[in-house]
């Protein structure tokens, strides 16, 4: 029984946090101190110019600016920050860029604890792994406020990282699990769209690693940071408690996504409180396309238009009971009948993904045919609800439930609201 007192336990959680970040307080001083003085000093005009070139932060401030612009600040002969300490995430499965999400916060959390650098990733669609095409990747200014996430760590782009480190990296922190079955694909991933050299270490199977394990390596990759148990900064409760915390309040959403939210928000329910509900049944949908359905997914189809409506008068409750008087149900627009059963079953005010696209909302009509964009809006919908209800085990909640974790606001799982079995809430 752990018989320390409040007091006791906070101050040793202020140790830790001390002595993981102590060395990069001064560090951030010295650096703002050596920015201001470039920029006022006009006698040194060619000095300035070099430093420049290779401040991170300056850097990324053009690179939010100038993206589309070919890599050309980096002189070749500049000198690497040998001072500096890199870190950068490997991402091995085909999942989408919600998983992603997770493996960027806990990548976050580990620079913050280690105090290191960042290579900015890049956020992949499903189907852009198979093509390796950096095109479709979308960069992490591209998705999240930079400006709120460098209150945090440093970042650096994979250009700045291979200049640093040489296009590889020292030491790959990696799972107690084992090599995963794609790392084949891993390593063509990484060498094509990053030009970063990636090799699996020769360890036992079952070694549990951590950080700070690896705290002489320069330039440390982490594999999957997001699946790591315990995670690559340890084992305690308490600290995995406040740097997630932290990371989160941190990790909010690009403006024009914010924005977007507000004026949709503004608007819905009149600007009152409602809740929000990721569902994806799937009822009148079908199967995928081109393939056909296999017959035990008719029938799988035929349960979930069951649930659909079994679950209908739950959720109506739920609603009574918090006087709530619309609902929020993003899916996709060919999802009509589900939506139908919804308001069939007497739940109020079904609002949908359809009903905020233009002409009514014409703001926001850049983002219509950009799912990536489209889906950051309607996470930001849910994560302001009243109340959100959410499938568990779905990736597309994770960031929401986070957010709303942090703010002590409801949330509910799916199958606690509709009282139905996993098996035939989705397919």
């Known amino acids: 029984m752990d018989t320390r007192t409040t007091q006791e336990k906070n101050s040793e959680s202020d140790i830790i946090r001390e002595e993981h970040h102590s060395d990069k307080t001064v560090q951030e001083n010295n650096e703002k101190a050596k920015v201001k003085e470039e920029q006022h000093d006009d006698k040194t005009v060619e000095k300035k110019n070099e430093k420049e070139e290779i401040h991170p932060d300056q850097k990324q401030r053009e690179r939010e600016t100038t993206k589309d612009k070919p890599e050309t600040r980096v002189s070749k002969d500049s000198a690497p920050h040998l001072d500096r300490r890199y870190l950068m995430y490997v991402h091995w499965d085909l999942t989408g860029p919600n998983v992603q999400y997770g493996h960027f916060r806990k990548a976050v959390a580990s620079a913050l ?22 095109s479709e ?65 020769d360890i036992p199977v079952g070694t549990v690693q951590s950080l700070d394990d690896y705290d002489s390596v320069r330039c440390l990759g982490v594999l999957t940071p997001n699946w790591m148990r315990p995670p690559p900064y340890g084992a305690s409760l308490e600290l995995n408690a406040n740097l997630t915390k932290i990371v989160i309040e941190h990790l909010v959403f690009k403006p024009d996504v914010q924005k977007a939210a ?12 409602y809740l929000a509900l990721n569902w994806r049944n799937k009822s009148g949908e079908g199967c995928a396309p081109p393939r056909r359905c296999e017959e035990w997914q008719v029938q799988y189809l035929a349960e979930l238009k069951k649930t659909a409506i079994q679950g209908t008068k739950n959720i109506s409750k739920l609603m009574s009971d918090n006087n709530l008087k ?30 905020i696209i233009p002409p009514k909302y014409p703001d926001v009509e850049k983002y219509k045919h950009d799912n990536y964009y489209w889906s950051m809006i309607e996470q930001e919908i849910c994560i302001r609800s009243k109340i959100f209800v959410g499938w568990r085990h779905s990736s597309w909640i994770d960031l929401i439930f986070a957010k709303r974790k942090v703010k002590d606001d409801v949330s509910l799982y799916l199958e606690d609201v509709i009282k139905a079995t996993a098996n035939y809430i989705i397919l």
């Open 113 to 134: 604890y280690s105090n290191r650098t960042l290579m900015m990733p890049y956020f992949w669609p499903i189907a852009s792994h198979q093509e390796n095409l950096r």
């Open 137 to 201: 990747g979308r960069r992490v200014n591209e998705t999240f406020d930079m400006s709120k996430l460098k209150q945090l760590i440093d970042f650096i782009t994979p250009e700045e990282y291979n200049r640093e480190c040489n296009h590889s990296m020292e030491a790959l922190l990696v799972s107690k699990n084992g090599k995963p079955d794609l790392w084949e694909r891993v390593v063509k991933h990484y060498s094509k769209v990053y030009t970063i050299e990636v090799s699996y270490p």
């Open 262 to 273: 507000d004026q949709i928000i503004e608007k819905i329910c009149d600007g009152q409180p």
């Open 326 to 355: 619309c609902i929020y149900v993003p899916v996709p627009f060919y999802s009509k009948l589900f939506l139908k059963i919804l308001s069939d079953g007497g739940v109020p005010n079904v609002i949908s993904t359809e009903d």
